[in-house]
């Protein structure tokens, strides 16, 4: 398993300078516009970027803000399953690979600030499954089934899926960037994801349940910026934990006749209430021999609008999973750390990513003096 611990800080003004241009590079900023942006000469960021000059702390928080990485990216490694799996940032890389480090950058943010709270006591150890061998769709589906059962949901919808992964001990994070999702497994009982805010409602579910199923399968790393539409096998199994654990076939098979209406009309009730994607709904009907092939064919490319809910179920399904979200165990961590004075208040403001301004903190009791 990868220990978080990995990501030792930097030996060299090499490395820092390595990070700034990748970090540059995924920006889309060239030379130039950086070093304007930092009221620099373009040849003083040129040294930096080749180690051939330090950069001073106030220099690495104008970075910090101006690249959109926190300023510990310069300052530390990354964990070596990242990295063997990262494909090189050049000025000529594409946009998913842009896109990718920049999930990266966020993602081991997020491991950092997990290992903290872990290490001070306030993230407590994730529920643990017994290991069994996925190699089928029938393995990775009971897998979903064994999951349900552990977090205490073994019929009916689930929760806010932030909640549901935060029992295995995977520490979700909704960031403001295009693609699907990143996790990182940190050791058996310990894990982050990050999680596009970008997706429609039902989709971002389903990343964060993919996320989850690659952290129970113990996968170190997982990133789906640029998986092409046909997954290999791998992703076709995680897919089908991840549909299996929103909505199982035998829910929809169970509640199908006390549903009213024309079938169309029950699936938009079931997908509101489970907060699933439609294409998900259609297909695990199909699983469920409620539909057939060409049945669901057409289903599947009449998506509801919003409209239909609100016509069919009288309001929208309840949003999940927002640009910036957390789950309830993560918030809680972090503010019983503020509380203990473990944390300022400006660290709890951005280990809730914003979540609450510095006047809505609770109050705390005076920390003795030492």
């Given at each position: 398993?990868?220990?978080?611990?990995?990501?030792?800080?930097?030996?060299?003004?090499?490395?820092?300078?390595?990070?700034?241009?990748?970090?540059?590079?995924?920006?889309?900023?060239?030379?130039s516009?950086?070093?304007g942006?930092?009221?620099?000469?373009?040849?003083?960021?040129?040294?930096?970027?080749?180690?051939?000059?330090?950069?001073?702390?106030?220099?690495l928080?104008?970075?910090?803000?101006?690249?959109?990485?926190?300023?510990?990216?310069?300052?530390?490694?990354?964990?070596?399953?990242?990295?063997?799996?990262r494909?090189?940032?050049?000025?000529?890389?594409?946009d998913?690979?842009?896109?990718?480090?920049?999930?990266?950058?966020?993602?081991e943010?997020?491991?950092?600030?997990?290992?903290?709270?872990?290490?001070?006591?306030?993230?407590?150890?994730?529920?643990?499954?017994?290991?069994?061998?996925?190699?089928?769709?029938?393995?990775?589906?009971?897998?979903?089934?064994?999951?349900?059962?552990?977090?205490?949901?073994?019929?009916?919808?689930?929760?806010?899926?932030?909640e549901?992964?935060?029992?295995?001990?995977?520490?979700?994070?909704?960031?403001?960037?295009?693609?699907?999702?990143?996790?990182?497994?940190?050791d058996?009982?310990?894990?982050?994801?990050?999680?596009?805010?970008?997706?429609?409602?039902?989709r971002?579910?389903?990343?964060?349940?993919?996320?989850?199923?690659?952290?129970?399968?113990?996968?170190?790393?997982?990133?789906?910026?640029?998986?092409?539409?046909?997954?290999?096998?791998?992703?076709?199994?995680?897919?089908?934990?991840?549909?299996?654990?929103?909505?199982?076939?035998?829910?929809?098979?169970?509640?199908?006749?006390?549903?009213?209406?024309?079938?169309?009309?029950?699936?938009?009730?079931?997908?509101?209430?489970?907060?699933?994607?439609?294409?998900?709904?259609?297909?695990?009907?199909?699983?469920?021999?409620?539909?057939?092939?060409?049945?669901?064919?057409?289903?599947?490319?009449?998506?509801?609008?919003?409209?239909?809910?609100?016509?069919?179920?009288?309001?929208?399904?309840?949003?999940?999973?927002?640009?910036?979200?957390?789950?309830?165990?993560?918030?809680?961590?972090?503010?019983?750390?503020?509380?203990?004075g473990?944390?300022?208040?400006?660290?709890?403001?951005?280990?809730?990513?914003?979540?609450?301004?510095?006047?809505?903190?609770?109050?705390?009791?005076?920390?003795?003096?030492?």
């Open positions: 398993m990868c220990d978080i611990s990995t990501m030792a800080e930097v030996s060299d003004w090499e490395q820092v300078g390595g990070r700034v241009r990748e970090a540059r590079v995924a920006a889309g900023l060239t030379q516009q950086l070093a942006r930092l009221s620099l000469d373009r040849s003083a960021l040129v040294r930096i970027e080749s180690g051939q000059r330090q950069v001073s702390a106030l220099e928080f104008r970075l910090s803000d101006e690249l959109g990485v926190p300023v510990a990216h310069f300052v530390s490694v990354p964990p070596p399953a990242i990295v063997s799996q494909a090189e940032v050049d000025e000529d890389a594409q998913t690979t842009r896109i990718r480090y920049q999930f990266d950058a966020v993602l943010a997020h491991a950092r600030d997990a290992e903290f709270l872990n290490a001070k006591g306030y993230l407590r150890p994730g529920l643990a499954l017994p290991q069994a061998r996925v190699a089928e769709v029938a393995a990775a589906k009971r897998l979903a089934g064994a999951a349900r059962t552990a977090a205490g949901y073994s019929d009916g919808p689930l929760p806010g899926i932030a549901v992964c935060e029992r295995f001990g995977l520490y979700l994070l909704v960031v403001d960037l295009p693609a699907e999702g990143a996790s990182l497994r940190l058996d009982r310990l894990g982050v994801a990050v999680v596009s805010g970008h997706a429609a409602a039902g971002r579910r389903f990343t964060a349940a993919h996320e989850l199923g690659h952290h129970l399968l113990g996968d170190e790393y997982q990133s789906d910026v640029g998986v092409a539409a046909s997954r290999d096998e791998r992703e076709r199994l995680i897919d089908a934990f991840a549909a299996e654990l929103l909505l199982p076939d035998t829910e929809v098979a169970r509640r199908w006749e006390s549903l009213s209406g024309t079938a169309r009309e029950r699936l938009v009730r079931l997908a509101a209430e489970y907060r699933v994607s439609w294409r998900v709904a259609v297909s695990t009907a199909r699983l469920a021999g409620i539909f057939g092939d060409e049945e669901a064919r057409m289903l599947r490319a009449d998506t509801p609008q919003r409209g239909d809910f609100l016509a069919i179920c009288g309001t929208e399904p309840a949003e999940d999973l927002l640009p910036r979200q957390t789950g309830p165990t993560w918030r809680r961590a972090v503010l019983a750390a503020y509380h203990d473990v944390i300022t208040p400006a660290r709890a403001i951005e280990l809730l990513h914003e979540a609450l301004h510095e006047a809505e903190l609770p109050d705390r009791e005076p920390q003795p003096q030492p």
